[in-house]
């Protein structure tokens, strides 16, 4: 009996030892499994950090200050291009605004209760709420 319970409990413990070693890492499955807009995200974090990185390492003095000028830049552009593909994006996934009349050719309507009213009301029909 106790001999069954030892073996139990080295299987339990080598296993949850084992497991996040011979496991897939989360972040980069969630990544090859998103969306467009999820993958820009991902890389417009991943330019401002390399960014915040070379800045550290220009202001610790382990980069020189033309190898720096030049990461910079490389690093900026890379962040703006994504942050074009990402409003990109965004643009097309925002509904377009449907054209319409102005407001004052489609009549009143009352501010309590939305409902159309007519040109010379001065109280709603639907909700009693006195106009101005």
Not at 5 to 13: M, N, S, T
Not at 53 to 77: G, H, P, Q, V, W
């Amino acid at each position: 009996m106790m001999l069954g319970f030892e073996i139990i409990l080295v299987v339990g413990v080598i296993t949850a030892i084992g497991y996040p070693l011979f496991r897939s890492s989360d972040g980069e499955t969630a990544i090859e499994e998103g969306d467009e807009y999820h993958k820009l995200l991902y890389r417009k974090d991943a330019a401002y950090l390399s960014l915040k990185e070379l800045e550290f390492d220009y202001s610790s003095d382990k980069i020189d200050s033309e190898d720096y000028a030049k990461l910079k830049s490389n690093l900026e552009k890379e962040a703006v291009s994504i942050l074009k593909q990402i409003d990109g994006l965004k643009r097309k996934a925002a509904p377009q605004p449907e054209q319409s009349a102005p407001r004052a050719k489609q009549g009143r309507f009352c501010t309590a209760c939305g409902k159309q009213l007519n040109q010379h009301d001065k109280f709603c029909g639907s909700c009693g709420q006195k106009l101005s």
